[in-house]
């Protein structure tokens, strides 16, 4: 089955003024081991229709499978089972615990989801290797750089070898240089089978991926399947 599929999905903001029409009727399939990036204008609602597949918010309608398993009516306790498990989800701010170090970052989710200390050391040191953070386990987020935090962020959420990684604009606040190090590694990680949704609003990091879908006004304007890459891609 495809690692993701959601039909029908809705969702208004309701407060004061009038409601914001944010996601209005998105189907969408990610099949194993695809990179599928959504791009599209701010406020298009990109970043809504993300946080609805992660489960950290939910729609007013619509169906969400991950690997052919109905979830939408899954509770918060069992989404953040998800979450740790088979949805790896990073953000544009990095979201890292301030007062751990890096290793520990990377190993909490991993323990949590019922690794031992040995496993859990063992598949940070692979990660941090992967990722070319070697010596920075001690370090505290504060101290790296934003490239090297989302890094660390990226380990974090890949360290449960879920079958899809949820990307918010994880470049959004870097610099170039951060930016060009992030897109390579997410590029790594697809070349090696890791499912990537990538959500950004800049349509040229967009052509990292297999499948570029342009998001307007809360609906799928297009979905295209790119051809051969250029650029030694
Ligand atoms: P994008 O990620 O494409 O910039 P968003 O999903 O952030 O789009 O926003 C889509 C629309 O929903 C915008 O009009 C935005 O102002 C509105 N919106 C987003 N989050 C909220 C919220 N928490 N409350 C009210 N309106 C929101
Ligand atoms: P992004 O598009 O990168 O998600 P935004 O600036 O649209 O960033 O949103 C940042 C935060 O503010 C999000 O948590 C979003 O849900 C919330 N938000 C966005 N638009 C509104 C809005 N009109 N009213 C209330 N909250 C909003």
């Known amino acids: 089955p495809p690692v993701l599929r959601a039909e029908g999905l809705v969702k208004t903001y309701r407060g004061e003024g009038a409601p ?91 323990l949590l989801a019922g690794s031992n200390a040995r496993q859990a050391r063992a598949e940070r040191h692979r990660l941090l290797t992967e990722l070319g953070l070697e010596g920075k386990e001690r370090s505290m987020p504060g101290e790296l750089s934003g490239g090297e935090q989302q890094r660390v962020a990226l380990a974090r959420a890949l360290v449960n070898h879920p079958g899809l990684l949820l990307a918010d604009e994880p470049t959004g606040s870097l610099d170039s240089k951060g930016t060009r190090e992030v897109m390579r590694l997410l590029s790594d990680f697809h070349q090696r089978g890791q499912a990537i949704l990538l959500v950004t609003h800049d349509h040229r990091l967009a052509s990292a991926a297999d499948r570029v879908i342009s998001f307007f006004d809360g609906r799928v304007a297009d979905d295209a399947v790119l051809g051969a890459k250029t650029g030694g891609g």
């Open 20 to 110: 914001a029409h944010a996601v209005r009727g998105v189907d969408l399939v990610v099949r194993p081991g695809e990179f599928v990036a959504i791009t599209g204008p701010s406020g298009a609602g990109k970043s809504t229709l993300l946080h609805l597949l992660g489960g950290l918010q939910r729609p007013d309608s619509g169906r969400i499978w991950l690997d052919g398993a109905r979830v939408d009516g899954h509770s918060e306790a069992r989404w953040a089972v998800l979450r740790r498990r088979r949805i790896g989800v990073v953000f544009q701010f990095f979201n890292l615990v301030s007062n751990l170090t890096v290793a520990d970052n990377i190993e909490l989710p991993a």
